[in-house]
């Protein structure tokens, strides 16, 4: 990313100026269904046949975070969720796996 920003980002922006994080091939801002389709595209090339999409990265950057230790606040931060609620949408699934790593380690099963 930081690469991006300080190489690719300059020169795809050339002469235009954007507030926009993701540019096209011309400067302008990457609209969401072209953000959609180029996560499709990479998709495809890497063998992923699963349907992907830019709410699937999301929730699985959510989900991982909560099962490796971070807090609800944090990610709640990082998604940019105002509503606490919103973000304990993931943690049926962190909590999923707490169950699963309990049920495999625990002497009783």
Request: glycine residues 8%; positive net charge; without cysteine.
């Amino acid at each position: 990313m930081q690469r991006y920003l300080e190489i690719g980002r300059p020169e795809l922006l050339g002469d235009h100026r954007s507030d926009g994080v993701f540019l096209t091939r011309r400067g302008h801002p990457m609209t969401r269904q072209a953000f959609w389709q180029l996560i499709k595209r990479y998709a495809v090339r890497a063998g992923i046949t699963t349907d992907i999409s830019p709410h699937t990265l999301r929730h699985a950057f959510a989900t991982h975070l909560l099962n490796h230790g971070a807090d609800l606040r944090s990610v709640q931060m990082l998604l940019g969720h105002s509503d606490l609620s919103t973000t304990q949408i993931y943690t049926h699934v962190a909590r999923a796996r707490l169950q699963s790593l309990h049920s495999a380690h625990h002497p009783r099963g």
